[in-house]
């Protein structure tokens, strides 16, 4: 239930950019079947890299990070910036709900960590636009909080209906949009 909005985002501005941007029908059975594979990797492979592996990675790398500038004096510049800048701009941002995440009371690093991942999810949907790359930022943020809330598996549910539900509005637009051309 948590997830609806995303959801029904996924599906409108997919019916707006099939409307307004697409410029060819695709075969509505081979983007249903595709795309249901590509998105069950999606789900899988992008939570387990991105909300698993790097984010517990990017806690130590920032911790390791901190200490090489000057956290072993008690003056770290990651953890200052994390704590002063990006923190308090990425939680504006967020509208405050990833707060307890951000402002970790276990550590500067994980909220560190969270927004570094992020934005390295974030780059790896360059292809898709400037509209994409932001799009996929705000989501991947979204999946941070489904996980800490609910769970790496609700995560990569959630990714994978996410990516489904757009290619399902794609065959379906492509079904009422389909542009016939006739041989006279």
């Known amino acids: 239930m948590a997830a609806w909005p995303v959801l029904v985002w996924a599906v409108v501005v997919n019916i707006m950019f099939c409307l307004f941007v697409r410029?060819?029908?695709p075969d509505p059975v081979e983007t249903v079947v595709k795309g249901f594979f590509v998105?069950?990797?999606?789900?899988?492979?992008?939570?387990?890299?991105?909300?698993?592996?790097?984010?517990?990675?990017?806690?130590?790398?920032?911790?390791i990070t901190n200490f090489f500038f000057f956290g072993f004096l008690?003056?770290?510049?990651?953890a200052w910036f994390q704590n002063h800048v990006m923190g308090p701009i990425v939680n504006f941002v967020t509208f405050g709900?990833?707060?307890?995440?951000?402002?970790?009371?276990?550590?500067?690093?994980?909220?560190?960590?969270?927004?570094?991942?992020?934005?390295?999810?974030?780059?790896g949907h360059d292809y898709q636009g400037i509209f994409?790359?932001?799009?996929?930022?705000?989501?991947?943020?979204?999946?941070?909080?489904i996980m800490f809330t609910y769970g790496l598996?609700?995560?990569?549910?959630?990714?994978?209906?996410?990516?489904?539900?757009?290619?399902l509005t794609s065959a379906s637009m492509a079904l009422v949009t389909r542009r016939r051309t006739y041989a006279w």
Do not use: Q
């Open 39 to 63: 998105s069950l990797w999606a789900g899988l492979s992008e939570e387990l890299t991105f909300r698993w592996l790097f984010f517990f990675l990017g806690i130590v790398g920032a911790k």
């Open 153 to 167: 598996p609700a995560a990569i549910v959630i990714h994978f209906l996410y990516n489904f539900l757009i290619d």
């Open 23 to 25: 410029k060819e029908d």
């Open 74 to 78: 008690g003056l770290g510049i990651p």
């Open 97 to 123: 709900h990833l707060e307890h995440y951000i402002f970790n009371p276990a550590g500067w690093a994980v909220g560190a960590s969270m927004i570094a991942t992020n934005a390295f999810f974030r780059d």
């Open 132 to 145: 994409g790359w932001l799009n996929s930022w705000c989501v991947g943020m979204f999946l941070f909080w």
